[in-house]
Nanobody
Framework: GVQLVESGGDLIQPGGSLRLSCAASGFTFSSAYMSWVRQAPGKGLEVVASIDGRGTSTYYLNSVKGRFTISRDNAKNTLYLRLNGLKTEDTAMYYC???????RGQGTQVTVSS
C-alpha cells in the first residue's frame, strides 16, 4: 500500500531554516502530484505547496512565497520542503500528501519559537 513518511521537523528560532523530507512508496511517485499541507493548533489543514510529477510546475500559499521551496527527487522517491525565514505563525504539523488518493503521512512537527 501507499506509505508516506515525513521527517525533518524541529524546534527552531524565528528566522531559522529547516528541510523537511517525505519518503514515498507503494505508488508511481514520478507521476504523482504531491503537496505539503500543514495544520496549526486549533486550525484547519492548509496546502502550503504543491508540485507536479516532473517538478516543473509548483504552487505556493501566498504567506510562504519566497520563503519555502518544494522539490522532489524521483530517483529517490522523496519529496522535500525547504523552509527559510521561519516565523512563529509557521508552527504546525506538516504532512506530505499524495493528492490523487488524498493520503497523508503521519506528519512532522515544526515549532518556531524563541
Amino acid at each position: 500500500g501507499v506509505q508516506l513518511v515525513e521527517s525533518g521537523g524541529d524546534l527552531i528560532q524565528p528566522g531559522g531554516s529547516l528541510r523537511l523530507s517525505c519518503a514515498a512508496s507503494g505508488f508511481t511517485f514520478s507521476s504523482a502530484y504531491m503537496s505539503w499541507v500543514r495544520q496549526a493548533p486549533g486550525k484547519g489543514l492548509e496546502v502550503v505547496a504543491s508540485i507536479d510529477g516532473r517538478g516543473t510546475s509548483t504552487y505556493y500559499l501566498n504567506s510562504v512565497k519566497g520563503r519555502f521551496t518544494i522539490s522532489r527527487d524521483n530517483a529517490k522517491n522523496t519529496l522535500y520542503l525547504r523552509l527559510n525565514g521561519l516565523k512563529t505563525e509557521d508552527t504546525a504539523m506538516y504532512y506530505c500528501k499524495y493528492v490523487a488518493r488524498d493520503i497523508r503521512g503521519q506528519g512532522t512537527q515544526v515549532t518556531v519559537s524563541s
